[in-house]
């Protein structure tokens, strides 16, 4: 045989006879510090393929023998379900689906798990998810599915892992799964992160999303997952699959002092921002804030959004208005979505309710979930942590107090109310302070949904 | 990849070299104020000194080096829970009770009724465990401005190297602890002598290097900041491409970086248990932490310990551990030990990872463990076989053991583990 592959830390080491002309192979270079040629393992499906093409026949020792794949059902899926199934299997097993919050992404993830019958890697953002994830796949595909990460290190034929333990530890796991999937895959296409999916050599690759990737991360996406494949909105979905809603947005005053010191910084932060504007019409926000963060005025400006976001996470009237809220829906579920832990707390403490956040510990929020599941607390105050995969059905009444990241966020926050159930018409409540950039991003919000 | 860190800001690119802007003499009065402020909120809560060094940071503080110092002194001023009942049992009760007795006054009563404490111990319990509400504790030690400074400049080192992808260093002595962290951390590190004198060149990178510099790796190059100040003598180099350019940065014993804690005797618990266990085991065999690496094919091995009778030097066995395995990684090693003819060396692997005993060298001992190595079975072998031949000392990369022919060598590798 002219050639070897081997994997070598997130990378394919390919040893060969000069005739064999690895160089040709997707992603392959010549490394001297080991005398053969290496490729980013993410290359590993290109490079058989290309073996397959030009009839050459390698040894193969890429992947490592895993425990046989021994799993007895195969989810049921909704019509499209299996039509977002399908899309993503004639583009050859590579490409992100995109579907709301509450339709069921986990099932498609699942039914692609069971028909290719492969070791996979389901990688999700947090530690809760990573509950959520191993006890709906091993409910779904009825066997022990592993799970890596939060202090588990159970590798198996199917296994859920955190990002973070991915990206520490894809260097000896990307060789043990044919299939990878990625929940929230728009977190991926432009940071550390991506280093996990370079690592792993997994030839067949699943985005999943409730909210499609923006256009800087997709062209990176595409290489490391594929494209968007399938995608349907909440609007399509809301009143059928998924519960109707009724969006209701709550104007309100800020006080005098309010509007002084947000006014204050206001033309503090614009006064640099329209500058950066007039040089650079076309750059993008994450672009104004590295040029900012060099100057001293720069650092000024940025201090000045933070005080004005810090104004309007929780302005006085929008404190009493929440107050009002949960009186009325006193026999709701109701949850309350804030743009930092601190204003949570603050609702906490002010409301006595219970505040999820990613500092209260994973035993206790599991408590308190259930505690609101059944019914014995009435309400959660949660920053970021209810935003994404949270299941918590019970919920029909949602007061987004303040947000910090735009349409994507609000899309998730909305599809949170809208998990169905039998006769459920979710209220979704907006505060908004007048005159200030509370109304502008409230528009731009909603149109997120259509 | 760069990122934004205030410690990336206090590198500058001239002419294709890196400037690390180092923390002085200079900077220790507005350090000491600095630690002055944290000193002034010991027993505070921790979100209280956050809003005082939040304007602070508003003003002329914001430079990229006051966030340094800060970061340096939130470790070393850590915080504490005080609460008059566990804060996890407080919220259980007032939320429970806030669902059925809906009056903020009338449920917080109720609670402290049900808890024995008074309404403002649950109003001040009921989130005394997050991090914004625990009390700043005063450091273990007293804090001076110059080892902050020290620090923040090793905190600036290190941001240049996360976004370096390979690193060449010329040290005296203490190369093996560099060596054993590149190993560990999986970076591939080549080992020459220098032309002029006798010192050893390390060349270490990433897997991905050959790509692009990655924040895995860049982080573990990173690391080996601290392990060079116990050589005699060093010399850094690295290429990083930082967001305002790339260039080269130089680190040498004149840099102002302070000296790491003493490297750590074991690498993991496995490792001090098994001394702990042997030693207390047997007085017959003198146990040597990390020996001199052997030449093994066209490489060096570096076993953790080595075994030697008290009564018969010849007598000599290696014991390596390894952690996570594959089965083509223990072949690929064994079938080096066995080209080389090393029959001293015993293997210990992890049973967790199943790798199939009929593929073992018969006449290379290797050792299950799962959790624990149990020392009778490792005296079992050493008691009752003898190698085909004598250990063969190798090179350390300091010079100071035997030494192989070839000038370059290369470690860490899925080859030579």
């Known amino acids: 045989m002219d050639l070897r592959i081997e994997f070598d830390r997130g990378t394919l080491l390919c040893f060969a006879t000069p005739a064999a002309s690895p160089h040709r192979l997707p992603g392959m270079r010549w490394d001297a510090r080991v005398d053969c040629y290496r490729a980013p393992a993410r290359y590993y499906g290109p490079i058989l393929e290309q073996l397959q093409a030009e009839g050459i026949v390698a040894d193969d020792a890429v992947r490592v023998a895993v425990p046989p794949f021994r799993f007895s059902s195969t989810p049921a899926l909704r019509p499209y379900q299996a039509a977002a199934l399908d899309a993503w299997r004639l583009a050859r097993g590579r490409g992100i689906v995109s579907l709301p919050t509450g339709s069921g992404k986990t099932y498609v993830a699942a039914a692609a798990i069971a028909e290719y019958r492969r070791g996979a890697l389901c990688l999700v953002p947090t530690k809760i998810l990573l509950d959520q994830w191993h006890g709906m796949l091993s409910r779904l595909l009825g066997g022990t599915v592993g799970r890596y990460g939060d202090g588990s290190h159970d590798v198996l034929p199917v296994t859920v892992a955190t990002f973070e333990s991915a990206w520490r530890q894809m260097h000896q796991l990307g060789n043990r799964f044919d299939l990878l999937i990625v929940d929230e895959v728009h977190h991926f296409g432009s940071g550390l992160r991506d280093e996990a999916l370079e690592m792993s050599a997994a030839r067949w690759r699943m985005g999943l999303t409730a909210t499609p990737p923006d256009c800087d991360a997709e062209s990176a996406l595409i290489e490391l997952i594929g494209p968007v494949v399938f995608k349907l909105s909440i609007a399509d979905l809301a009143g059928g699959y998924l519960s109707g809603f009724e969006l209701i947005e709550l104007r309100s005053e800020l006080t005098q002092e309010e509007r002084e010191e947000y006014e204050v910084a206001r033309r503090t932060f614009a006064g640099v921002s329209d500058h950066f504007r007039s040089l650079a019409p076309e750059a993008s926000w994450s672009d104004f804030m590295r040029w900012a963060a060099r100057t001293p005025q720069g650092r000024d400006a940025i201090a000045a959004w933070h005080r004005a976001r810090r104004v309007l996470s929780l302005t006085d009237a929008k404190n009493r208005m929440l107050g009002s809220l949960l009186d009325r829906h006193r026999g709701s579920r109701v949850l309350v979505f804030t743009a930092d832990k601190q204003s949570s707390y603050r609702i906490s403490l002010a409301h006595l309710i219970m505040p999820i956040t990613a500092d209260i510990k994973r035993r206790e929020r599991d408590d308190m979930l259930s505690a609101f599941q059944q019914g014995t607390i009435r309400a959660l105050v949660s920053a970021r942590v209810l935003n994404e995969g949270f299941d918590v059905p019970a919920a029909d009444v949602g007061i987004i107090v303040s947000g910090s990241l735009g349409e994507r966020e609000h899309t998730q926050r909305v599809g949170r109310l809208l998990r169905p159930a039998p006769g459920k018409s979710a209220v979704i409540y907006e505060l908004v302070s007048e005159g200030t950039s509370d109304v502008p991003q409230a528009r731009r919000k909603r149109r997120g949904l259509e | ?417």
């Open chain 2, 1 to 417: 990849m760069a990122s934004s860190s205030p410690a990336l800001a206090r590198c500058r690119v001239r002419d294709g070299i890196v400037l690390p802007q180092w923390f002085t003499e200079r900077d220790h009065p507005w350090i000491r104020d600095l630690i002055e402020t944290y000193t002034t909120f010991v027993g505070a809560p921790r979100q209280v000194l956050d809003e005082r060094l939040a304007r602070s940071s508003d003003g002329p503080c914001s430079t990229p080096g006051w966030r340094i110092a800060a970061h340096v002194l939130d470790k070393l001023f850590q915080s504490e829970i005080v609460s008059a009942a566990e804060p996890r049992v407080v919220r259980a009760v007032v939320f429970r009770t806030s669902a059925t007795r809906p009056p903020r006054e009338e449920a917080l009563a109720r609670a402290a009724e049900e808890l024995g404490i008074s309404i403002e111990s649950v109003e001040s319990s009921m989130l005394a465990d997050l991090p914004g509400e625990r009390r700043i504790r005063p450091p273990d030690e007293p804090v001076h401005a110059s080892t902050v400074a020290l620090r923040c400049n090793l905190a600036i080192a290190q941001a240049a190297l996360k976004h370096s992808s390979h690193v060449a260093i010329t040290l005296e002595g203490h190369a093996r602890a560099v060596v054993r962290h590149a190993k560990l951390r999986g970076l591939i590190c080549t080992v020459s002598r220098s032309s002029k004198d006798d010192r050893v060149v390390l060349e270490v990178s990433g897997p991905l290097a050959l790509f692009r510099s990655t924040a895995l790796y860049g982080r573990h190059l990173a690391e080996l900041v601290p392990i060079l100040s116990w050589a005699r003598s060093f010399r850094l180099e690295a290429q990083c491409e930082l967001r305002h350019g790339a260039g080269r940065l130089t680190l040498g014993p004149a840099d102002p970086i302070p000296p790491s804690q003493s490297p750590r005797l074991y690498d993991s618990l496995l490792e001090q248990r098994f001394a702990r266990d042997f030693t207390r085991a047997t007085r017959d065999w003198e146990l040597v932490r990390e020996p001199e690496p052997v030449a093994v094919d066209d490489t060096l091995i570096f076993p953790d310990f080595a075994m030697t009778h008290t009564r018969n030097a010849k007598r000599r066995w290696l014991l390596e551990i390894a952690g996570f395995w594959t089965t083509g990684y223990i072949e690929q090693k064994l079938r080096r030990l066995r080209a080389c003819g090393l029959t001293n060396l015993i293997l210990c692997v992890d049973s967790s990872r199943d790798c199939g005993q009929s593929r073992l060298l018969p006449n290379c001992p290797v050792i299950r463990f799962r959790k624990r190595i149990d020392v009778t079975e490792v005296l079992a072998v050493i008691e009752t076989q003898r190698p085909e031949f004598e250990s063969r000392p190798g090179p350390t990369p300091d010079g100071t053991a035997n030494r192989v022919p070839s000038s370059r060598r290369t470690f860490g590798t899925e080859h030579d583990g």
